[in-house]
């Protein structure tokens, strides 16, 4: 069997039959698929990981869907347990997975010190811009003018750039990709998987439901249109000035 192909992955997720979290569109199954692709590309039994997980469509990623320990934890603390379990297991791999919201918002305080003590952890970030659970709240990441529930205006803040963020704060692997990049999604997370210390990989998800249909991005090929057309690889932002990269998303390595 090929590393990789869906047959392959097949054996890595959960038989039960369950309700999927996600709505039609959902980017997060396509980080979903990347995830378990690049664990069995390394060749890596499920039975060496834990995935901690918080609250958010984010976090139904791994739980209930890997064939795996999962840990599924209360809003933005999914860092803290997963510190305390390496500590406790320095054998486990362990890799947190989370919405923007929870890891960037509620969990901020968590992923900063986290980066700071370089723990080796991996935190994958699902990015789609929002709260998506809870019905489409503005979060840290919502780019500048975006419509959301609670900015119906458009947001008036600029967003944290969550790879400065943790880059500055010490992380040693940072990189981030959208879910239409997959194959450089998958070769970053086998890389941050591998990766001892704590390597921190932002995914661009796409959010149809939530995001989507209040900026004009309804259907979920828009949404990965804007991907494709917003990010910009790291090699040809840095032959770009600040206005050619002001509605543009950097992807790419950024600490490796
Ligand atoms: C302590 C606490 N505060 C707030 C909530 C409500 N809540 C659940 S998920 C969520 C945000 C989800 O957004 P995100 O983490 O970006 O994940 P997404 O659903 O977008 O993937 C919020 C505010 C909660 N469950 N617990
Ligand atoms: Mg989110």
Not at 135 to 141: A, E, F, K, L, R
Not at 232 to 255: N, Q, Y
Request: charged share 15%.
């Amino acid at each position: 069997m090929n590393p990789g192909t869906t047959t392959s992955i097949k054996r890595m997720i959960r038989q039960e039959v369950f309700p999927t979290p996600f709505c039609p569109g959902c980017g997060h199954g396509i980080l979903l698929g990347a995830i378990l692709r690049a664990i069995d590309e390394l060749g890596w039994s499920m039975d060496e990981f834990l995935f901690v997980s918080g609250i958010g469509c984010g976090g139904w990623i791994p739980s209930p869907h890997f064939a795996a320990d999962t840990l599924h934890v209360t809003h933005g603390r999914a860092i803290a347990f997963a510190t305390g379990a390496k500590l406790f297991n320095p054998e486990l791999k362990v890799v947190v997975i989370g919405g923007d919201g929870d890891l960037a918002s509620i969990g901020g305080n968590h992923l900063i010190h986290g980066a700071r003590r370089n723990i080796d952890l991996t935190v994958i970030c699902a990015n789609n811009m929002i709260y998506g659970m809870t019905g489409g709240q503005v979060t840290p990441t919502t780019p500048h003018g975006a419509y959301t529930m609670t900015t119906p205006q458009g947001n008036p803040e600029r967003p944290f750039d969550l790879c400065q963020l943790v880059a500055a704060a010490g992380a040693s692997y940072v990189a981030r990709y959208s879910v239409y990049h997959v194959r450089q999604l998958i070769r970053s997370l086998k890389r941050a998987l591998q990766h001892p210390g704590f390597s921190f990989v932002e995914v661009l998800s796409s959010c149809p439901v939530q995001y989507g249909r209040r900026n004009e991005l309804r259907s979920p090929v828009a949404m990965l249109n804007y991907f494709r057309e917003h990010c910009v690889p790291i090699s040809r932002a840095h032959t770009m000035d600040s206005a050619e990269l002001a509605d543009k998303i950097v992807i790419g390595e950024f600490v490796r």
